[in-house]
């Protein structure tokens, strides 16, 4: 084994940077506990003399990404450049097949791709590690994979983008609407390279996948989940959840039940309200938390920042520990060809409790009409809201909150209501996230 675990890294970003200095700062406990030197021996980004405040002198430059994956002096490449396709890869699969070992922050290449990474990893035998891809600094992939490892897990949930929840938490906080927050929240250097994958759930979804597989043992399905993002939410649905006992937040949910032929898997990320007493309420800001629902071992709660340089560097660099001390394991838990290919859940038939929010014109016989829609998808109505008097021609909200029923009655009494002129807009239907 040689003195040192030779790294290459690509992507000299926020991620990349932070990295360098966790090495640089915490040099001799890194030694200490990877029983060996970490060294970054060769880097690639896109501008050579950009100042970044980290000491580059003895670090080799790649002239390419292709150079770095097959440079016989690194046995590790950490891709930090991100994206599902294109760059990032193309470096992914030239290291793995060359036998190289990849550590990666870069959910959406593990989401899209992560079954053929394995597959590459497993054949070429080649560790393949992504801690800082989910929830960032949280230690939750280690946590599943091996801290709960003697379960059978029940459900993962949890708040994995610390953009929206910050942008929601903030309107909670504030009252502000949507686009108030949003920019505030980009600011902080926790967009992603396309910022529509905040607030529309894609990256809550490119994370929870990604935790399914390891939770349930199954093959990585992102195309499975079903995505709703944060953008239609409005400062009055937080007030009229406040009301109600109830945050606002974006969770992802997956969970297994069982079908006739097998087991049937159900991935949503969704704006849900979550009842105040619930650990995900007090879950402001930036900070990402996952709940793991073990058979023996309980509710588990990972908590921390999910996102920033050092955070996510310090998931970086406990991979790279873990490599360094031959601690490898299988990236998904089991070995690929063991990993199943779940069917996909029926919700329609999951019980639970919805607000539903309607835009409505301001004349009598409007909620008559919207009631009796509920009434005859058998949706039966727990409380409800109703604001004042129209003020701007937008029409009047009114909200409610249902009784536990199946999901599909509720889908059933909007297709009711979908032609009717009552309402102005469509309505905005958020789960109540079940304890
Ligand atoms: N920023 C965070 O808080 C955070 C947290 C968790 C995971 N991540 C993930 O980490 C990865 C990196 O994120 P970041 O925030 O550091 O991004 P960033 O935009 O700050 O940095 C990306 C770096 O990659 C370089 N790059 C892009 N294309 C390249 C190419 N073809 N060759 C060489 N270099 C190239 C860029 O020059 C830049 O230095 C992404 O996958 C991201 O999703 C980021
Ligand atoms: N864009 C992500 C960064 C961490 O993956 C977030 O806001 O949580
Ligand atoms: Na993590």
Same mark, same amino acid.
């Given at each position: ?80 450049? @991100? @994206? ?42 080649? #560790?393949?590690?992504?801690?800082? &891809?989910? !929830?960032?600094?949280? %230690? ?32 909670? &906080? ?10 505030? =929240?980009? !600011?902080?250097?926790? +967009? ?11 990256? =809550? ?11 349930? @043992? ?7 989940? /079903?995505? /709703? ?49 619930? #650990? ?5 800001? #930036?900070? *990402?938390?996952?709940? &793991? ?20 560097? /310090? ?19 089991? %070995? ?10 029926? %919700? ?12 409505? =014109? ?30 701007? @021609? *937008? ?17 059933? &009494? ?7 002129? /009552?309402?102005?807009? +469509? %309505?905005?239907?958020? #789960?109540?996230?079940?304890?």
């Amino acid at each position: 084994m040689p003195d040192a675990l030779r790294v290459g890294m690509a992507g000299l970003g926020t991620v990349g940077v932070g990295v360098l200095r966790l090495l640089e700062s915490n040099r001799d406990l890194v030694r200490a506990r990877a029983g060996r030197g970490i060294e970054v021996v060769a880097v690639s980004a896109r501008d050579r003399s950009k100042d970044r405040g980290v000491d580059l002198s003895r670090v080799r430059w790649a002239d390419s990404l292709a150079e770095l994956a097959s440079d016989e002096d690194c046995d590790i490449v950490v891709e930090l450049i @991100g @994206g599902a396709e294109g760059d990032a890869l193309d470096l992914a699969r030239a290291a793995l097949s060359q036998g190289r070992g990849l550590v990666t922050a870069n959910k959406a290449l593990i989401a899209h791709h992560g079954l053929e990474m394995a597959r590459l990893a497993e054949e070429n035998a080649a #560790p393949l590690k992504f801690e800082a &891809a989910v !929830a960032g600094g949280i %230690p939750v992939v280690a946590g599943l994979r091996e801290g709960a490892a003697a379960n059978a897990i029940e459900r993962i949930y949890g708040i994995l983008n610390g953009t929206s929840n910050y942008v929601l938490s903030e309107m909670e &906080a504030s009252g502000a609407d949507f686009g108030d927050v949003l920019a505030d =929240a980009q !600011a902080m250097g926790y +967009a992603e390279a396309d910022p529509a994958f905040d607030v529309d759930g894609t990256d =809550a979804a490119h994370k929870l996948a990604i935790l399914a597989a390891i939770g349930f @043992g199954s093959r990585i399905d992102f195309d499975a989940v /079903s995505v /709703s993002g944060i953008a239609e939410v409005r400062a009055a649905d937080i007030a009229h959840a406040r009301t109600l006992g109830f945050v606002i937040r974006l969770v992802g949910v997956a969970d297994c039940e069982d079908g006739p032929e097998g087991a049937r898997l159900l991935q949503r990320v969704r704006p849900c309200l979550v009842p105040k007493q619930h #650990p995900l309420a007090h879950v402001t800001g #930036p900070t *990402n938390a996952v709940v &793991a629902e073990g058979d023996f071992a309980g509710r588990l709660l990972f908590q921390g920042a999910g996102a920033g340089a050092g955070p996510t560097a /310090s998931a970086v660099v406990a991979d790279l520990i873990d490599i360094a001390r031959g601690r490898t394991g299988h990236p998904f838990s089991l %070995p690929v060809d063991s990993l199943v290919a779940m069917e996909r859940a029926d %919700p329609g038939h999951r019980v639970g409790r919805d607000y539903i929010r309607f835009t409505v =014109a301001d004349r009598p016989g409007v909620l008559a009409e919207i009631t009796a829609a509920m009434r005859d998808a058998g949706v039966s109505i727990e409380s409800l809201i109703q604001q004042g008097r129209a003020q701007d @021609g *937008n029409g009047v909200l009114v909200a409610m909150v249902t009784h536990e029923g199946e999901e599909r009655c509720v889908r059933h &009494a909007l297709e009711l209501l979908e032609d009717s002129d /009552s309402l102005t807009a +469509a %309505p905005l239907v958020l #789960p109540i996230l079940r304890d």
